[in-house]
């Protein structure tokens, strides 16, 4: 699937693209330097083959896409961000948008756009403007003429830029878009801090803050991820695993799924367990969700 980024320099697509899959902080993006040309990145999200195509938005780079627009060929989702600190910007904006969706058609390509109206904070920005510039830009002859999907975005709200982007990849899906949702049903239910990934590392939901980085796993849970899979892949030679960790205070127990689908558990002595038979239950229904995962990418 690909996902191309697209939007004037310094509109955030390059912070958008860090904070949610690439493990940044809203604070270490702030350093980035302009995007050379265009960067793809590819990932595997649930066994979801992501190409995400980072398009840099200098007046010369934007030139040269719509001189090579096969670049933009085979886009499946357009996301358009627009920056709402610039709102000099936004007629600019509207002409880039134009032209790029023109050379995409000119491509074959049907695209589903979505638009991001980004920097949707109060950071370096005073409030009431952003009101007005929000207003503003809803009304861009794009806008109105296309009427894409919205979303209100900002790097500084990481977790729901994150759940934007996941619910994108899995809109297809319809099985995975039930499982995911059981999923969050039964951690909202459980007092053990859960976090759900799969092998790589990506989260697919949780109940704890601060276990994640947008779509990244922390790091030393995804590197303990990682050993784990080594060892059921190469010494117990399993598809499945259970692996456990304590301290006098601690437990940390993690369930691998038909080789793809993780389940992290946290437990603490100051919380009330919850009952064993809940957790098998969460427990049983990943087990499913993994053998879901298997059958859609060997149907691919
Ligand atoms: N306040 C605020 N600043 C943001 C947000 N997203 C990005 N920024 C800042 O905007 C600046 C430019 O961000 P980039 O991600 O490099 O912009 P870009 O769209 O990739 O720019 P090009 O690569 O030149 O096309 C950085 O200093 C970010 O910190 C946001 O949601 N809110
Ligand atoms: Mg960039």
């Not at 990145?41 to 896409?65: A, C, M, P, T």
């Not at 229904?285 to 993994?290: N, P």
Request: aromatic fraction near 12%.
């Amino acid at each position: 699937m690909k996902i191309s980024l697209v939007g004037l320099s310094g509109c955030g697509k390059t912070s958008i693209y860090s904070t949610t899959f690439g493990g940044m902080t809203p604070l270490e993006v702030k350093d980035l330097g302009p995007t050379v040309m265009y960067e793809v990145k590819s990932h595997n999200y649930l066994g979801i083959q992501v190409s995400l195509w980072d398009f840099g938005g200098q007046e010369k780079y934007r030139e040269s896409y719509l001189e090579t627009p096969k670049l933009l060929a085979n886009t499946a989702i357009l996301i358009f961000v627009l920056d709402l600190h610039h709102p000099e910007n936004f007629n600019l904006a509207n002409e880039y948008f134009n032209n790029v969706y023109s050379a995409i058609k000119e491509q074959d390509g049907d695209p589903l756009v979505k638009i991001f109206y980004h920097k949707y904070d109060t950071e370096d920005y005073a409030e009431a403007a952003l009101e007005e510039n929000l207003k503003k830009a809803k009304q861009l002859p794009f806008i109105v003429k296309y009427s894409p999907r919205e979303y209100i975005t900002s790097i500084y709200r990481q977790e729901e830029l994150s759940d934007i982007i996941k619910q994108f990849l899995i809109a297809d899906f319809e099985e995975l878009k039930k499982s995911v949702e059981s999923a969050q049903e039964y951690l909202s239910k459980l007092n053990s801090k859960i976090i759900i990934t799969d092998v790589n590392g990506n989260v697919i939901t949780h109940n704890i803050e601060g276990f994640a980085t947008g779509i990244q796993l922390r790091e030393d849970l995804r590197e303990y991820i990682f050993a784990c899979n080594v060892l059921r892949e190469n010494f117990l030679t399993s598809e499945s695993a259970f692996f456990s960790a304590s301290s006098d205070v601690k437990k940390l127990k993690v369930h691998i799924f038909s080789y793809v689908l993780t389940v992290l558990i946290m437990m603490d002595e100051q919380e009330p367990a919850d009952p064993p038979e809940s957790i098998q239950e969460l427990l049983k229904e990943m087990e499913l969700f993994a053998e879901l995962l298997i059958e859609m990418s060997s149907e691919e």
